[in-house]
């Protein structure tokens, strides 16, 4: 862990680590606690991602995260991480009715947020609402590849790309989410060579979640990662088994409730009251 709070991570910075060929690791997170051990870890860039809706919520799937409430938990996040580069999760229907909602909404991950970028799922024909964002001032991480709000359209979560022409549209989007505006690119769930085509085809940074390695950042769910979760994708294996750990702690503390194994009280009477006194 360092010793001193790490320099704050802008987007230039990112843009300097992808240009220098230094990989950056990207994690979720949904709450200040968590927030602050990452940035203490040295973690760049974090993700207010809508799966909170099911890590968090419990809810059964990213399309039910409510927009208030990611917009309040991107801000706890922004406030346990200071030097950390946040992204905040524009959720299903909070930009794909009209753009001036998107816009407007867009604008309150940035001011009540506290975020420095926002993330859409895009494909080619959201360029117009990108460019009115690039406009307005609002960095924007365009999500290209698999997209999980349209996963009841799609029957279901899959990878995106596996055909040549699946493929060359993916490469299409992200280079017109460039062409309008768009200051980074997140690409899901798709075969190593479109994101190694990306990569050499665009000129910013390019997070993968389970693109292969040619991106420059990778991201996943943090909770997949410490084993906190019943499955996990392929691409997200654990580190470690904190469910156990956890599990293990809180049995820990039913055994010395049930022992009233309490330790030393620290609170006494100031007046010297008896508790017949009381």
Request: aromatic share 4%.
């Amino acid at each position: 862990m360092p010793d001193t709070p790490p320099k704050p991570c802008s987007l230039r910075t990112l843009c300097r680590m992808a240009e220098q060929g230094e990989r950056f690791a990207c994690l979720t997170a949904y709450d200040a606690t968590t927030a602050r051990h990452l940035e203490r870890a040295g973690i760049p860039l974090l993700l207010t991602g809508d799966t909170a809706a099911e890590v968090v919520l419990g809810l059964p799937g990213t399309i039910h995260a409510p927009l208030d409430f990611l917009i309040m938990i991107t801000a706890a996040v922004k406030r346990g991480a200071p030097n950390t580069f946040v992204m905040g999760d524009m959720p299903f229907l909070s930009y794909q009715c009209e753009e001036a909602e998107g816009i407007r909404n867009a604008g309150r991950f940035l001011t009540e947020g506290r975020a420095d970028a926002v993330k859409l799922e895009v494909d080619g024909t959201f360029t117009g609402l990108v460019s009115q964002l690039d406009r307005a001032g609002i960095p924007v991480c365009a999500h290209i590849g698999s997209r999980p709000q349209r996963a009841k359209h799609d029957g279901g979560y899959r990878a995106a790309g596996r055909t040549h022409a699946d493929a060359a549209r993916i490469v299409e989007d992200a280079i017109r989410m460039e062409e309008a505006g768009a200051c980074m690119l997140l690409i899901e769930a798709t075969p190593a060579e479109v994101s190694q085509q990306i990569v050499e085809r665009t000129s910013i940074p390019v997070i993968g979640c389970g693109a292969g390695p040619a991106c420059h950042g990778q991201i996943v769910v943090t909770q997949d990662i410490l084993g906190l979760t019943d499955w996990q994708p392929a691409f997200a294996q654990p580190v470690t088994d904190m469910a156990s750990s956890l599990q293990a702690a809180a049995q820990r503390w039913i055994t010395k409730v049930a022992a009233a194994d309490l330790g030393e009280h620290p609170y006494t009477m100031v007046d010297q009251t008896t508790t017949s006194d009381i």
